[in-house]
């Protein structure tokens, strides 16, 4: 009986060792493989918000080439930097708006001026109102700037 004991005792024991060592290779197996797991999921990760920049750049990028576009599709935008004012309450008559615009034109040898048309058409698209009181047509939302000696 004690040899049959210790035959049990014995595969137990070996049966026990051989399973400790599996556990065991299979522990040290296992963070290599979780590591390469995670380096996989980093790089992942990385890559993405690389993307994600490269992405953002170039929005970016569309952003300013549209606003340099706009800004040259613009014919108006240079003479309203240098001679007028926007304001809500702000106001100009229509005939001096239009005889500064024409005098700004002559002094910069602007090569393609705005018809009268079309320049009410920018001012307009510059969230200006044309109006009207009992003796004169205004525009609402944008003054001259008295940039000569002579008031205009």
């Not at 969230?127 to 047509?137: F, G, L, N, P, Q």
């Amino acid at each position: 009986m004690a040899s049959t004991s210790q035959t049990i005792k014995e595969r137990g024991i070996m049966t026990y060792s051989r399973t400790r060592t599996l556990s065991l290779q299979l522990l040290q197996e296992q963070p290599g493989e979780q590591n390469e797991a995670l380096f996989e999921r980093k790089s992942a990760r990385e890559a993405s918000n690389v993307l994600r920049e490269v992405q953002q750049a170039e929005k970016i990028s569309r952003a300013l080439q549209d606003i340099s576009c706009r800004a040259q599709a613009d014919p108006l935008q240079k003479f309203l930097d240098t001679c007028c004012e926007f304001h809500p309450r702000a106001w100009c008559r229509s005939a001096d708006l239009w005889q500064a615009y024409e005098q700004w034109v002559a002094e910069c040898q602007e090569r393609y001026p705005l018809s009268r048309g079309a320049f009410s058409a920018q001012l307009k698209a510059h969230a200006c109102r044309a109006d009207r009181t009992k003796t004169t047509r205004i525009w609402r939302g944008i003054a001259l700037v008295k940039t000569d000696n002579d008031g205009r």
